[in-house]
C-alpha cells in the first residue's frame, strides 16, 4: 500500500540560480515589504519574524482529556494575524519558511514536554478543503507541515519527524468563523477520515495534530478522533498561533 506523504524535491545549483534571479527581477517591478509591518526590501523584518518565532507555550483545549493541550509559537493577533493573513489570503508563499519554523518550535516543545526522545512522530495536518486549494493555488499547510519538520531536524533526538498527508475531509463543511464552539463540533463531527492509503501508516504510531491556528480546538479534536479510530497514538496538537474565545472557554468547562 502506498502511504501518503510528502515529496522533498532538492533543485540543483542551476535551479537555485535561476530561482534567484528571477525573484530579483520580480522585486524590482514590485517591491516586497515586510508583511507583518511594512518595511520595504524585505518579506519578514528580524522583529517580525521573532513574533511567530517563540518560545512555544501550552495552553489547554476545550473537550480534549485533561492533560491534553496545545502547543504554539504566538498568540494571534497583531504582527502574528497580519503575516499569516498575508500568507493565507495574499498569495506570500514567500512567508512559509519563517511561519514553519514558528510551527517547529511548538512542535519541539510538545515533545521535550513527553519526555519521549526514541519513538518517530509523525506530523498531521489539518487537511485544507479543495476549495481553499483552488483558492490559494496549492495546499499551504502541507507545505507549512514539511517546513516545520525541517526546523526540527537539526535538534531532533531519535528518528526526524516524519510530514505525513494523512487526512482528508469526506463531507463538505460549513465556515467556521461565524460558529461558535458548539456550532463548530456539530459542523466538524465525522467530517475527517484518514486516507485509506494511509491507515496502515499511521495505525500504532505517534501521531501530532498541528494547524495554523486554533481557536476552541474543535477542528483539532475531530481530526484526533479521525486518527485514533484507525488505531494511531495521538501524543497532542501544536499550531502556529492561538486565539481562544475565553468566554466560550469558560463556559464550555
Known amino acids: 500500500m502506498v502511504a501518503q506523504g510528502f515529496g522533498m524535491s532538492s533543485g540543483t545549483s542551476e535551479d537555485v540560480g535561476l530561482r534567484a534571479g528571477w525573484r530579483a527581477g520580480w522585486e524590482l517591478v514590485w517591491p516586497v515589504d515586510c508583511a507583518g509591518c511594512g518595511r520595504p526590501g524585505v518579506a519578514i523584518c528580524g522583529r517580525c519574524r521573532a513574533a511567530v518565532a517563540g518560545p512555544a507555550f501550552f495552553t489547554p483545549l476545550v473537550g480534549w482529556p485533561p492533560g ?11 504582527v502574528p494575524a497580519r503575516l499569516l493573513n498575508a500568507w493565507k489570503e495574499r498569495g506570500r508563499t514567500d512567508l512559509t519558511r519563517p511561519l514553519g519554523a514558528g510551527l517547529g518550535a511548538a512542535v519541539r516543545a510538545c515533545r521535550a514536554a513527553s519526555g ?3 519513538s518517530e512522530w509523525l506530523l498531521v495536518p489539518v487537511p485544507t478543503t479543495s476549495g481553499a486549494r483552488r483558492h490559494r493555488g496549492g495546499d499551504l499547510m502541507a507545505d507549512l507541515t514539511r517546513q516545520a519538520a525541517g ?3 537539526s535538534d531532533w533526538a531519535g528518528p526526524p519527524p516524519k510530514p505525513v498527508r494523512a487526512l482528508r475531509h469526506v463531507r463538505r463543511v460549513q465556515d467556521q468563523a461565524a460558529l461558535g464552539a458548539a456550532g463548530r463540533r456539530a459542523n466538524l463531527r465525522g467530517a475527517l477520515a484518514v486516507r485509506p492509503a494511509s491507515v496502515n501508516l499511521v495505525a500504532g504510531r505517534n501521531c501530532l495534530v498541528v ?11 475531530e481530526a484526533a478522533r479521525a486518527l485514533t479510530s ?10 502556529l498561533s492561538v486565539t481562544f474565545r475565553r468566554q466560550e472557554v469558560l463556559e464550555e468547562g
Open 68 to 78: 491534553w493541550g496545545a502547543w504554539a509559537a504566538c498568540g494571534y493577533g497583531g
Open 230 to 239: 484507525v488505531g494511531a497514538r495521538v501524543v497532542g496538537a501544536c499550531f
Open 151 to 153: 526546523a526540527c531536524r
Open 116 to 118: 519521549d526522545r526514541s
Open 211 to 221: 494547524d495554523d491556528v486554533v481557536t476552541t480546538g474543535t477542528t483539532a479534536a
